[in-house]
């Protein structure tokens, strides 16, 4: 019963270099989420994906892609990551309450 | 506007005790929903309980209960007999949009510590 699964768990980059953060989540849900947390905001949604295929800007989504490319799995992209990037990467699914994934720390120096 | 407002940035509370997080909300939706997570400090988000707007109960789950007060828009979470366990940072959060289309926001937290 893994839940949501996110990697990496942490990861540093340099200014404008990109990346992607993977999700998947093995509960059949047809939501997915991909949030931000930054210190004294609690948790601002970036982008969100209601159903396989179909993807949604949430408030932050400004630099960042997501691909949902399965049910299962709802990729996160930093095409050229940023100063201001750095935070900490929540992946949720759910039914009624969400799940989340462990997090990712990201730190862009 | 803030749409999820946690007024209580830090909490004391002594082991044993019961404690009131507070928690009001703003929406237009008829239909909407509210939660609270604990963020203990290995950093995973842990769903603790939720309150529908159209339940006429509040919710209960072991010690945590939601006190849903719909017209003052307020869903406080009481934690009764602290345990040194329960100190975490607390987040509220809402469900809004139809069935499809949620989207979840969320307060900026509480942060609790609880005393021996």
């Known amino acids: 019963n893994a839940g949501v699964t996110q990697t990496p768990k942490f990861q540093v980059l340099k200014t404008g270099q990109s990346m992607t953060l993977q999700c998947a989540q093995d509960?059949?849900?047809?939501?997915m989420y991909w949030y931000r947390q930054d210190p004294g905001m609690g948790l601002r949604l970036i982008y969100y994906s209601a159903s396989e295929g179909t993807t949604d800007k949430g408030e932050v989504p400004n630099g960042y892609n997501v691909s949902r490319l399965n049910k299962r799995e709802f990729s996160l992209r930093l095409e050229s990551a940023a100063p201001s990037q750095t935070s900490v990467y929540f992946c949720?699914?759910?039914?009624?309450?969400?799940?989340f994934g462990q997090g990712t720390r990201l730190t862009v120096v | 506007a803030q749409k999820i407002t946690q007024t209580q940035p830090g909490m004391f509370v002594q082991e044993k005790e019961a404690v009131t997080l507070d928690c009001t909300y703003d929406t237009s939706d008829p239909s909407y929903g509210l939660f609270w997570y604990k963020q203990p400090s290995s950093g995973e988000m842990i769903f603790l309980i939720y309150q529908g707007s159209y339940d006429q109960q509040n919710a209960t789950e072991g010690r945590y209960s939601l006190n849903f007060q719909k017209a003052r828009k307020s869903a406080n979470l009481v934690i009764s007999a602290s345990q040194l366990g329960d100190s975490a940072m607390y987040f509220c959060a809402m469900r809004e949009g139809a069935a499809g289309t949620y989207k979840y926001i969320f307060g900026t937290g509480t942060r609790l510590k609880v005393l021996a």
């Open positions: 949720a699914s759910r039914a009624i309450e969400a799940f």
């Open positions: 509960m059949n849900h047809n939501s």
